[in-house]
T-cell receptor
């Protein structure tokens, strides 16, 4: 079953701790993305990667970090520097061609207390 | 700057009524427009894109470059259409132009 897998579904952390969200895809897509979804805010781009070993900051990258060591994997680390980390995080991937749509994972809900 | 505006946070209609979810965009080049839908407890998924000019689940959307709009329409709403709808814009593939810019979303509620 091809697709994007995000884990875990729910994540709880104490303030001041870093936490890493997993995103794996077996669609052979080159590009991968991390979005944050907040009520009334829509989806905001955190980081994206169009090729292995390369990634770019999105609109709200502060307090986040990523890596892209493998084509299939694009983990997101929410650091203690992120001032408002509690949110729903969505990972997506896309084919390397024009007009290609994004394919999304099921998301990870992170709660930091 | 690229921007997508969905003016309605919530749209409530009765079953069988026509529905129109508004989307306006700001982009200087030739945009690619998409509508994504998120049903309760399901992942965000593509509903349709302007380049395909197709009807999906009875929904259509026409790109109006003069009005910079890409409104989503359905003549007869069904209860199963209740979901969160996002309009998105892309400047194509490649570099930051390929990234999708999303509107803030409209929650559609179809009442029986």
């Amino acid at each position: 079953d091809g697709g994007i897998t995000q884990s875990p579904k729910y994540l709880f952390r104490k303030e001041g701790q870093n936490v890493t969200l997993s995103c794996e895809q077996n669609l052979n897509h080159d590009a991968m993305y991390w979005y944050r979804q907040d009520p009334g805010q829509g989806l905001r781009l955190i980081y994206y990667s169009q090729i292995v070993n390369d990634f770019q900051k999105g609109d709200i990258a502060e307090g986040y970090s990523v890596s892209r060591e493998k084509k299939e994997s694009f983990p997101l680390t929410v650091t203690s520097a992120q001032k408002n980390p509690t949110a729903f995080y969505l990972c997506a991937s896309r084919e390397d061609r024009n007009n290609s749509p994004l394919h999304f994972g099921n998301g990870t809900r992170l709660t930091v207390t | 700057a690229q921007r997508v505006t969905q003016p309605e946070k919530l749209l409530s209609v009765f079953k069988g009524a026509p529905v129109e979810l508004k989307c306006n965009y700001s982009y200087s080049g030739s945009p690619e427009l998409f509508w994504y839908v998120q049903y309760s407890r399901q992942r965000l998924q593509l509903l349709l894109r302007h380049i395909s000019r197709e009807s999906i689940k009875g929904f259509t959307a026409d790109l109006n470059k003069g009005e910079t709009s890409f409104h989503l329409k359905k003549p007869f709403a069904q209860e199963e259409d209740s979901a969160m709808y996002y309009c998105a814009l892309s400047g194509g593939y490649g570099g930051s132009q390929g990234n999708l810019i999303f509107g803030k979303g409209t929650k559609l509620s179809v009442k029986p």
